[in-house]
T-cell receptor, first 112, second 113 residues
Framework: AQSVAQPEDQVNVAEGNPLTVKCTYS??????LFWYVQYPNRGLQFLLK??????LVKGSYGFEAEFNKSQTSFHLKKPSALVSDSALYFC??????????FGTGTSLTVIP | DTAVSQTPKYLVTQMGNDKSIKCEQN?????MYWYKQDSKKFLKIMFS???????INETVPNRFSPKSPDKAHLNLHINSLELGDSAVYFC????????????FGEGSRLTVL
């Protein structure tokens, strides 16, 4: 069965500090990997994706993510957190030509 | 131009009523989806249509009936609403092939009293 795990329901980080939101997955084949952000009362917004190539991908709002094939992980990172980064973050994987599988979400709070 | 738009944004209704949510996308995608987000913020796929053909039909009560008149539209009709149907329903679209991402609408918050 395909699954995506976000082991932390909540991540708190001080403004200006680096942040990491973790994601691991268990799917067959070589999936595409995605991160989405959801602000309160809004739809999910695409942040970045990994298809192939360089393991470090850069996305919107200064976010980046590191793909690690051996650990089947795709952790979201940002060097310096902003209060405005506080939101709900979802990791997702997609097997080519198939549906998307979402993690359970991680609530990020950046403390001023 | 809104890429994926769904209406209405809010629905408040009594148990037993029927309601519909409409969704339209102008991105030229061939695949559309309905997701349900519960009070714990978990996202669950409900249905997916590719070029008007149903391709994903998760374990959803028969009271939920999707309809796709064309590949740019996907509607959701819910009969005999129950308290447990209260949630936020998201429409999304993508290309079925390739590595394209999902584009989401802003959600329709359904409250059943």
């Amino acid at each position: 069965a395909q699954s995506v795990a976000q082991p932390e329901d909540q991540v708190n980080v001080a403004e200006g500090n680096p942040l990491t939101v973790k994601c691991t997955y268990s799917v067959s084949g070589n999936p595409y990997l995605f991160w989405y952000v959801q602000y309160p009362n809004r739809g999910l917004q695409f942040l970045l994706k990994y298809i192939t190539g360089d393991n470090l991908v850069k996305g919107s709002y200064g976010f980046e993510a590191e793909f690690n094939k051996s650990q089947t992980s795709f952790h979201l990172k940002k060097p310096s957190a902003l209060v405005s980064d506080s939101a709900l973050y979802f990791c997702a994987v997609r097997i080519p030509g198939n549906q998307f599988y979402f993690g359970t979400g991680t609530s990020l709070t950046v403390i001023p | 131009d809104t890429a994926v738009s769904q209406t209405p944004k809010y629905l408040v209704t009594q148990m037993g009523n029927d309601k519909s949510i409409k969704c339209e996308q102008n991105l030229g995608h061939d695949t559309m989806y309905w997701y349900k987000q519960d009070s714990k913020k978990f996202l669950k796929i409900m249905f997916s249509y590719n070029n008007k053909e149903l391709i994903i039909n998760e374990t959803v009560p028969n009271r939920f009936s999707p309809k796709s008149p064309d590949k740019a539209h996907l509607n959701l009709h819910i009969n005999s609403l129950e308290l447990g149907d209260s949630a936020v329903y998201f429409c999304a679209s993508s290309f079925l092939a390739g590595a394209g991402e999902l584009f989401f609408g802003e959600g329709s918050r359904l409250t059943v009293l």
